[in-house]
Structures are given as structure tokens and as C-alpha cells.
């Protein structure tokens, strides 16, 4: 519904804005299609480099399962692949300001080893 495609481009621009560390402005039409607005340009996904795909990506999915779940908890499938150093480092920095009270992180990028409270080696 409508309703739902706003409170997920509202949701999801609050997550990228906090990855990306810069005003970001997602919206979501009523039949799902995305652009992304900031540094006074907006954009259609495809638009987007890679890194930036991954960031949008990963902002919808935490918020729909934010908006739609109640369980505070996420789970986060290799979320650094195809990032630069710098999208990493933003990544990992504001990865725990996406509303969430517990965060899976499955990831073969030892990023995240320093960051975290317990790490499972399989």
C-alpha cells in the first residue's frame, strides 16, 4: 500500500543517511520503484555505483524488517561486499544507529572483528 511505501522511503532514508554519513532522501512509489536523492542529485538505483547499491540495499531490508518486525533483531548476509574502504568504515561505524537491539553479521570480511561483542568461526 501507499502507506507502507512511505513509512519504508522515510524508514530507509534515516538508515542510508546514517550509513552513508550525508543527507539521503529515498523514495518508494506505489509500485516499488526507487530514487535516491542527495548531493543535490537524484537518482534511480541503477544509477547508483555499486558500494552505493549495496548501502540502498541494506537500508531498505533493515527497514522493512524494522517496520514490520518486532523483534529487534537482523541479520546481516556479507553487507561490506563490494564496498570501498570508506563505504566500510561508514558501514561499520553506524551500523548500530539503524534502530535494531541486535545485529548478525555473516561476513568473511574481518572488518567487523573488532566491533563486535562475540565472534562465531565456522
Known sequence: SETNT??????SSIILSSLMDREVYVT?????????EFDNNVLDFNQLSDGQQIMAGLAISLAIVNLFSNFG???LDEPSILLDDESRKLLLENLNNTGFNQLFVI???????NH???????
Open 6 to 11: 512511505n513509512q519504508i522511503s522515510v524508514q
Open 73 to 75: 533483531i537482523a541479520f
Open 116 to 122: 563486535t561483542q562475540n565472534i562465531i568461526r565456522l
Open 107 to 113: 561476513s568473511h570480511d574481518d572488518t567487523f572483528e
Open 28 to 36: 518508494m512509489d506505489k509500485v516499488y520503484n526507487l530514487s535516491f
